[in-house]
């Protein structure tokens, strides 16, 4: 190999590197946006067309509100729950968002 193949092949490694370590930086930094709280959140509840059922003693979205209170002001909280209990479409929203509700101020 000729030494300016090997000049750019060190280079590339090196931007290589240096955008996977700019990548991870900001994965570090944000935690979490309120879109992605919202879609783990939907997935997690089991529900029907007129109920979610598994909201209480559910450890996962306890501890996905705990992951949420970390990375995300106070006043998104209601929100992401309501975004995700209006993606399921079950028609008794209201005693859903309520138990939800309940279960986060009970962390």
Known sequence: ?????????????KQAKKKQEMIEKRLDSRGGSVGDFIKKLGSLLFHDQKK?????????????????????????WENVIRKAVRETKVEQREEA??????????E
């Open 1 to 13: 190999m000729k030494s300016t193949d090997i000049n750019r092949i060190d280079r590339d490694l």
């Open 52 to 76: 979610i059922y598994n909201l209480k003693g559910n450890q996962q979205i306890k501890a996905l509100f705990a992951d949420m209170k970390e990375h995300l002001p106070g006043d998104q």
């Open 97 to 106: 968002l309520q138990d939800l509700l309940a279960l986060l101020q009970s």
